[in-house]
């Protein structure tokens, strides 16, 4: 399948997937679980993923390119595009290739100054069809909103917590991912423990049967729950 050139839409569409989940539920992960004891395996684990993610990239684009030649000239703003709701989901896997390959650079300036990329892309996707991916569009929000430069304190928290709401209405509370992430985007940087620990405890209680649609993000969360929950001392200073 890496012979990208011969692979047909969906195939593409595919790929990009795989690579993504790949990057962020394996790589990314072993990276995180291993930087403390091994520094430099860690940053090795996150080097790959990069090359993953930015792999995801070129094959992102090449799929939008295809209806909309234009599409580098609107990512960089220098032109305007009409989108279809059909469009949505490509449009929400690249903004997530390049939001892998901004987390995996370990704050390379090439990559993050794409950063208002990801947001053109999520805004985009969401002005088309909000509720697409029960709640995934809001919840990769959630993530955008934390990284941005210009946002910190309250502001970060109400902007960062209203993505999270609107999310846990879209996947009717049943995306272990989203209680996972604000916990560590919000609980964490705020030293909020006691909140922390209950978003956690949550996430391991959850059944991961129940919608099959998170299955497989909710074993990985229920995962990282436990890791987390492992550390917590470390992680909060009193």
């Keep these: 399948m890496e012979r990208k050139k011969s692979l047909s839409t ?5 790929l990009l997937k795989t690579k993504v989940e790949y990057g962020f ?4 992960e072993e990276s995180d679980r291993t930087l403390d004891h091994d520094y430099n395996l860690g940053v090795k684990k996150s080097q790959e993923a990069h090359i993953v993610f930015s792999d995801a990239k070129k ?6 390119i295809i209806s909309y030649p234009k599409l580098d000239s609107w990512l960089s703003g220098e032109t305007d595009l009409q989108f279809k709701i059909n469009d949505v989901s490509d449009l929400y896997w690249l903004a997530a290739a ?9 704050g390379n300036p090439f990559d993050v100054v794409k950063l208002p990329v990801v947001k ?3 805004i985009t996707a969401i002005a088309l069809d909000p509720k697409w991916g029960k709640g995934a569009l809001y919840s990769a929000m959630m993530s955008y ?3 941005r430069p210009d946002l910190f304190g309250d502001a970060l928290i109400d902007s960062v917590s209203s993505f999270y709401a609107k999310a846990l209405i879209a996947s009717d509370s049943l995306d272990a991912s989203l209680f996972v992430s604000y916990a560590e ?8 423990r006691d909140a922390f ?9 959850m059944d991961v049967e129940k919608d099959k649609d998170f299955r497989l993000s909710n074993i990985l969360a229920q995962e990282r729950a436990k890791w987390l929950l492992s550390k917590t001392d470390e992680i909060f200073f009193e």
């Design 10 to 14: 969906e195939q593409k569409r595919l």
């Design 25 to 28: 539920g394996f790589l990314l």
């Design 59 to 64: 094959v992102g684009n090449s799929i939008l």
């Design 98 to 106: 390049y939001g892998g390959a901004i987390k995996s650079s370990r």
């Design 120 to 122: 053109k892309l999520l």
């Design 145 to 147: 909103t934390s990284s």
């Design 185 to 192: 985007l919000i609980d964490k940087k705020f030293q909020d």
């Design 197 to 205: 620990e209950q978003k956690l405890d949550i996430v391991l209680n």
